[in-house]
């Protein structure tokens, strides 16, 4: 035809790629008709589809090929599908309702069958080493008081104090409505602890100091400081604004403290979280993490309890943030001589946050 100076036969362009995506325009445009047959259909409206599905196919497959290698796979899964969805925020809420086949389930353990079994342990424990502990001193008094006679009065009744003491520290748990899921041991000898409760209860946790995520002017409005604010009542709120006074606005990952009145912690310590996107955020965090646990050293805290720093309004991926902290705690503990703490309890309210915590705790057994 070009010879005999005809018009060259211009080549057909599928609807796809003249819209630029790689997905099927046309099938959508059908799926649409036979869907919705009732309603008029736009031409834009199959190539609108066709680019939703296809970005939303991209980035699962990528959330996907990452949890791959992280568990050093190189093949994706129905399961790594599953856990690029459950990982992600917005995935998650957007394909709530689905059901991956072959995708297995997230690791989820209801509070009330972990806390019969090892609530009732730990009373049974409790309550057999109490009457061993009362028979032993009673026995071992007039056993002293022979011994007395011979200038031992003032070191052995010391030491048993000393002893008491720190046994009843240890052997206390978090208190009724907190389960510990997992627990690791840190370079120095420290427990770490993933506990599951209600954030209405955080107020009730027997330690020492308890971590309030908050911003610049320590308000209590959302989260942790509005049940904070609850279980401390007026008192607590009013030691919080003569600290809010005193101390002023908070810099990005600075830490204040503050007595901790009404609740069974003796301190609060409040850390102004980064915003994720800003400039050095991940930097911050860890830079907060480090910071709280100073704040709990200077006080000589032996117990404290760190809720899910960048909770909600700070907009932290769950995962990049778990890791994130523990990094930070295990790096503190690492590059310190000594330490007060003894018990770390990572405190977390939904089975999302419980899933990646168990599965970055995991890794870091692993390394």
Known sequence: MSARGGKKKATKLSRSARAGVIFPVGRMMRYLRTGTHKYRIGMGAPVYMAAVIEYLAAEILELAGNAA??????RITPRHIKLAVANDEELN????GVTISNGGVLPRIHPELLSKKRGSRVKVDNQASVPEKEERSKNKKPNKTFKKVKGKRGRKPKSTDNESVPNSTVEDG????FTI???????LGQKLSLTESEISKIGTIKVEGIINPTN????????????LEKAGGREFLEGVKELRKAQGPLEVASVAVSQASGMAARFIIHCNVPQWGSEKCEDQLEKTVKNCLSAAEEKKLKSVAFPSLPAGRNG????????LILKAISNHFVSSTSSSLKNIYFVLFDSESIGIYLQEMAKLDAK
């Open 216 to 227: 610049a002017e320590m308000d209590l409005k959302d989260g942790v400081g509005n049940a």
């Open 93 to 96: 809420q957007l394909l709530r």
């Open 69 to 74: 290698r992280d568990n050093k796979k190189g």
């Open 174 to 177: 978090p208190g009724d409505g």
């Open 316 to 323: 932290f991926p769950k995962q990049t943030a778990a890791q």
């Open 181 to 187: 899921l997992s627990a690791k041991s840190l370079f």
